[in-house]
């Protein structure tokens, strides 16, 4: 079955810091999406990206935030100057042009 | 706008029953798809089950079935035979198709489902 991947799975980084989060979506996919979730909270839409721009994004995807498939393949979610609100859960997703689409294991962030 | 609504936020169920998860939800796409996710303690997210909006039969994955009610706009998760490995948050979605091009997902809140020896 397709999947798709996250990497890494865990990342620490200190406050003020870029991480980069890395996804790697289902082949024949179109439409990719990150989401993330606080510890215990509901799941949050942060960005779509379709035909390589973003199709929507939500308050949280300020201007620290940024998005690009860099190389057909990979979909990257880049927080340019962490916070310790930032700490989440974050999911990348992937759909075809029916209705289904998959999420990753999700990048457990911690911001210390 | 759409929106999900998960009104359980909590279930306790005995090993080897079935149980039902609710689900409505409220969208002017004319095509949409509904989909249930697990997540255990770990956090990922497994996919459970899909339902298109046009698909005419139930969806059934194994132990995992989805009871689609279009005109009540409902897509409760039903799971037979709980194991106690099935003790999770699950997540009720919908993902439409606003204009012409598939849209994000929304969530629900989530219902914490605990299996009872």
């Known amino acids: 079955e397709p999947e798709v991947t996250q990497t890494p799975s865990h990342q620490v980084t200190q406050m003020g810091q870029e991480v980069i989060l890395r996804c790697v979506p289902i082949?024949?996919?179109?439409?990719f999406y990150w989401y993330r979730q606080i510890l215990g909270q509901k799941v949050e839409f942060l960005v779509s990206?379709?035909?390589?721009?973003?199709?929507?994004k939500s308050e949280i995807f300020d201007d620290q935030f940024s998005v690009e498939r860099p190389d057909g393949s990979n979909f990257t979610l880049k927080i340019r100057s962490t916070k310790l609100e930032d700490s989440a859960m974050y999911f990348c997703?992937?759909?075809?042009?029916?209705?289904?689409?998959?999420f990753g294991q999700g990048t457990r962030l911690t911001v210390v | 706008a759409q929106k999900i609504t998960q009104t359980q936020p909590g279930m306790f169920v005995q090993e080897k029953e079935a149980v039902t998860l609710d689900c409505t939800y409220d969208?002017?796409?004319?095509?949409?798809?509904l989909f249930w996710y697990k997540q255990p303690s770990s956090g990922e997210m497994i996919f459970l089950i899909y339902q298109g909006s046009y698909d005419e039969q139930n969806a059934t994955e194994g132990r995992y079935s989805l009871n689609f009610q279009k005109a009540r706009k409902s897509a409760n998760l039903v799971i037979s035979a709980s194991q106690l490995g099935d003790s999770a948050m699950y997540f009720c979605a919908m993902r439409g198709f606003p204009t012409d091009s598939w849209g994000k997902f929304q969530f629900g809140a989530g219902t914490q489902v605990v299996v009872t020896p």
């Open positions: 082949s024949n996919h179109l439409y």
């Open positions: 997703a992937s759909g075809g042009m029916n209705t289904e689409a998959f």
């Open positions: 969208t002017s796409d004319q095509s949409y798809g």
């Open positions: 990206f379709y035909n390589n721009e973003i199709s929507e």
